[in-house]
């Protein structure tokens, strides 16, 4: 579960600086980065606590 999480956090980053380099949309991108990096966190944490 923790690899799916990393992996829709990367493509989310990937695809917030896509658009924000080509489209220049900042509502949705933003959304979009905010989501990557909370996943992020998320399994984050998850990885320190079963360690």
């Known amino acids: ?3 799916i999480l990393y992996i829709i ?4 980053v990937i695809g917030w600086a896509i ?3 080509a489209f220049n949309v900042t ?3 933003h959304i979009l980065l ?5 996943a992020f ?3 984050f944490i ?5 360690h």
């Open 34 to 38: 905010v989501i990557a990096v909370v």
């Open 27 to 29: 509502g949705i991108i």
């Open 41 to 43: 966190l998320l399994q």
């Open 19 to 21: 658009g924000f380099l």
């Open 1 to 3: 579960m923790g690899n």
């Open 9 to 12: 956090a990367v493509i989310l």
């Open 46 to 50: 998850r990885d320190r606590r079963t």
